[in-house]
């Protein structure tokens, strides 16, 4: 009589019985690798739209705020202050989902380069192990860039004009004519005095208010121009995002 197996055996045996067949010839591995590839093309092209989405509500936001602060004089400019604050949001949401769109699309890359290039002209010397790089993205996945480097490609592609722009509007708004409370005429701005006075928030010094907005544009530029070492994908030509 044959000896019973335990619940794990069985298990075990039952998941080795129902695991899908392995592509058995050249034909059948080249047709799993072109569905796969337009698998991770169509995620690679989801996560492009999610980015191109955040880059249009930050343009939406920059461009409502401006009509909003530079419509009238009477307008605050904190208004300005706080499209900043938007935008550095929808930046940080940003460099999140770019940190995905680029695993896949690093994925696509080595499959581009590694095989389809050889089909469309071969050269030597050919890297039999292209798709290792692959296989272990599928087994454990994981970044290839930390959200500091996402954040700064970001801000350099896209983000630095909208708070350059945003820069200037807040420069121009607490250095313009401004409208007196009670409705008289506008007074000229005189002095770095009067551009202080005209940049404070309710209690809040404008030379403090200043002096904020200047720390917020260096800590932005520094991110801007700053670079981990190693391109990854980006080494590979010139046309990425």
Known sequence: MMDELSPVELLKDDSEAKSPPLPATPPETITALVHYYRGEIGRMAGWRDRIDRTSNWAITVVAALLSVSLSTPASHHGVLLFAMLLVSLLLFIEARRYRFFDVYRA????????YFAQILCPQAPFKVNWATPIAE?????????????????RLRRNYCWMYLILLLAWALKISSPVLQADGSETR?????TDV???????PVSGWVVIGLVALFYAAMAYAA??????AGELAHGEVHV
């Open 137 to 153: 993205s599928l087994r454990r996945p994981a970044f290839l860039m930390t959200y500091r480097a996402a954040v700064s490609r």
């Open 225 to 230: 121009l700053y670079k981990e070492p190693g």
């Open 188 to 192: 000229h701005v005189r002095s770095f």
């Open 196 to 202: 202080a006075a005209n940049a404070s928030l309710g």
């Open 107 to 114: 994925r696509v890359r080595r499959m581009e380069r590694g």
